[in-house]
Every structure is written in C-alpha cells, then in structure tokens.
C-alpha cells in the first residue's frame, strides 16, 4: 500500500494481496447476507400471500353462508341431496328395487384343503382329495366370497340343491373370518 505522505513509496505486493483479500472476503458475506435475507423476505411474502388468499377465501365464504345467500345455498342442498330421515320407511321398497337386478355370485363350499404344489402336479383322474369339512355337516354358503348361511345337501329331480338351515349373524361371520 502506498503511504498517502509519500506517493512514490510503494507497499509491497502482500500487503496489497492481503487488502484484496479482505476486500473479497467482506464482498462475499455482504452478498451471503443479502442472499439469506431475500430469500427470507421472499419466503415470508409467500406465506403474507398465502395468509392473505386464505382470509379472503374465508372472508367470501362466510358472506355465501349469511343472509339470503345460507338459504338459496341450503335450498339447493335439499333438492340434490335427501334427508335420510324424511320418509325412510315410505321409500324403502322402492330405493331396494334400484338394486334388485344386480347379479350376485352364489357358491356352496363343501370344505377346503390345503395342498402343496408337488401334490398339486401328482393329481390325475381318479385322484381323492381329503377336505376338512365333515360328511353331515353344514356347507357354507357363500355370496360373492362372503359367508352369510349354512345348509345341507338336497337332491331335487336329479339335480343338486341346498335347503338352508341357519343365517349366519354379523358377528358370527366376524369369528369365522378369524379361523
């Protein structure tokens, strides 16, 4: 660095270096500072905009929900939507015949196995599969894979039947989920 009494004397080149060196060095926090503190700012005007957009959403819902408005909105709400409470017994009939065409899958499980895949290849015709249901006992009636009734074996004409013999409950059908 030059001494300002003395212009013709001339520092020598680290001071000089170490000058530049502190000058760079002050840039680079000024400029991290200044980078922290406008991403900060631009977070915080993200969030006041948010805030902002909120409240006004707010603000225009609870004007639709007073006054005139609350009743044409729960006018239009009454004609989409019905009370379940407004004539339950007087529609039922009709409400159960909107499903009464849909078709079900209806099986009779006469009991299960569980075999390996070894076992499984070695089957041929004429083979015997062990189940672990027993001969007398009630076949499990089944309705889409769910279990709702227990019967026993009729033959009708030559053809095979099930008379059922017991409605399985709620509760019951919970237990025999867990088995």
Do not use: C
Not at 69 to 93: C, I, W, Y
Not at 149 to 156: H, R
Request: net charge negative; glycine share 6%.
């Amino acid at each position: 660095m030059t001494d300002s009494k003395n212009p013709d004397q001339k520092g020598t080149e680290d001071e000089w270096a170490d000058a530049m060196a502190e000058q760079d060095a002050s840039k680079d926090t000024d400029v991290s500072q200044d980078t922290d503190e406008s991403a900060a700012d631009a977070e915080e005007d993200l969030w006041a905009a948010a805030m902002a957009e909120q409240q006004s959403t707010e603000e225009e819902s609870a004007e639709i929900t007073s006054g005139d408005n609350a009743s044409r909105a729960q006018n239009a709400d009454h004609e989409v939507f019905k009370q379940l409470d407004e004539g339950a017994a007087g529609t039922t009939p009709r409400d159960l015949e909107l499903i009464m065409d849909i078709p079900v899958k209806l099986s009779v499980e006469l009991g299960r196995t569980r075999i390996t895949i070894k076992q499984l290849l070695e089957l041929a015709q004429g083979s015997v599969i062990e189940l672990d249901g027993l001969a007398g006992e009630p076949m499990d009636i089944l309705i889409n894979g769910y279990l709702i009734a227990q019967g026993e074996v009729v033959v009708v004409d030559d053809k095979y039947g099930i008379r059922i013999t017991e409605i399985i409950t709620p509760s019951e059908r919970v237990k025999k989920l867990n088995k």
